[in-house]
């Protein structure tokens, strides 16, 4: 069950021309994951961080997911990228992966706004929605001046400190991340940084995502959904969970006691997401 199985890396082109990179592995009932922040498809196959959760899921689906525009092994390249663009890549990848059959639909962290735009285009194609740490809204919409200026200043931070061994950024960035890693975790959080994107690109994507607002899709979702959020996350607010499971007909929460935005293999939080991830999609 905890053996990593293989995976097969393929490419596609999004409308704009832009080459995705997206990944398939194991086999069993589908499982599509929305691309979240900060992925590199081999290199977090290899993850302290990510690799129990790609083993969990490979464990239990067919599991496929892909990088987003600007990371990891698809293109440095933003390209055209209007608000819907996210969702519109992932109607590739599905079209890709899955051309006719429903699948349960994963979205950790801003991999939610795709994802809740695709279930409320597509109700047919998703059987079940599984969101993690997400968000509807980015930090502009929020109303907390204090957290905006907070999340401005490490856009700033990026463009100058991304991927450099560099103290304060890893005590600023990281550390919300993941407050309770080990240091080879946060060492290789950083490794991630370099590997995956370029300063540029890590700012532009951090204000996009504060731009952000899928709040008005929400009520148009009519999917089984399943909220998990970590009490004290310190990068998405408990109160952005609450907004998308009050506003989904029908959605269930879970709340987890935890700091870490990722949840670490040997916290308790991680077993309790395990659990109802499996009870919810019944695999």
């Given amino acids: 069950m905890d053996e990593r199985p293989r995976q097969q890396i393929h490419h596609l082109r999004a409308a704009d021309g832009v080459q995705l990179a997206w990944a398939d592995a194991s086999d069993g009932p589908l499982l599509i994951k929305a691309a979240n922040w900060l992925t590199h498809l081999e290199h977090e196959w290899e993850s302290p961080l990510w690799g129990h959760w790609l083993?969990?899921?490979?464990?239990?689906?067919?599991?496929?997911?892909?990088?987003?525009?600007?990371?990891?092994?698809?293109?440095?390249?933003?390209?055209?990228?209007?608000?819907?663009?996210?969702?519109?890549?992932?109607?590739?990848?599905?079209?890709?992966?899955?051309?006719?059959?429903?699948?349960?639909?994963?979205?950790?962290?801003?991999?939610?706004?795709?994802?809740?735009?695709?279930?409320?285009?597509h109700p047919e194609r998703v059987s079940r929605l599984?969101?993690?740490?997400?968000?509807?809204?980015?930090?502009?919409?929020?109303?907390?001046?204090?957290?905006?200026?907070?999340?401005?200043?490490?856009?700033?931070?990026?463009?100058?400190?991304?991927?450099?061994?560099?103290?304060?950024?890893?005590?600023?960035?990281?550390?919300?991340?993941?407050?309770?890693?080990?240091?080879?975790?946060?060492?290789?959080?950083?490794?991630?940084?370099?590997?995956?994107?370029?300063?540029?690109?890590?700012?532009?994507?951090?204000?996009?995502?504060?731009?952000?607002?899928?709040?008005?899709?929400?009520?148009?979702?009519?999917?089984?959904?399943?909220?998990v959020h970590a009490r004290n996350d310190q990068v998405i607010p408990l109160a952005e969970g609450h907004l998308i499971a009050s506003a989904i007909p029908g959605a269930e929460f879970v709340e987890l006691d935890s700091s870490n935005h990722i949840l670490l293999e040997t916290e308790p939080a991680w077993e309790r997401f395990r659990s109802a991830a499996l009870e919810f999609t019944g695999a």
């Fill in 55 to 121: 083993r969990f899921f490979a464990g239990h689906f067919r599991l496929v997911r892909y990088d987003e525009r600007g990371c990891g092994m698809t293109d440095w390249n933003l390209g055209e990228l209007p608000p819907d663009r996210w969702v519109e890549d992932l109607e590739r990848v599905v079209g890709a992966a899955a051309p006719q059959a429903p699948f349960t639909l994963l979205g950790i962290s801003q991999g939610a706004l795709a994802a809740v735009s695709f279930a409320a285009r």
């Fill in 130 to 227: 599984l969101l993690y740490g997400a968000f509807a809204r980015g930090a502009s919409w929020r109303g907390d001046p204090d957290a905006l200026r907070s999340y401005q200043a490490i856009i700033d931070l990026s463009r100058s400190g991304w991927g450099k061994e560099n103290p304060a950024f890893r005590q600023i960035f990281t550390s919300r991340f993941i407050p309770g890693a080990s240091e080879e975790q946060m060492t290789w959080f950083n490794e991630l940084c370099r590997k995956t994107t370029s300063p540029e690109i890590a700012a532009e994507l951090l204000a996009i995502r504060s731009r952000a607002n899928v709040v008005d899709a929400l009520e148009r979702v009519r999917t089984p959904t399943l909220v």
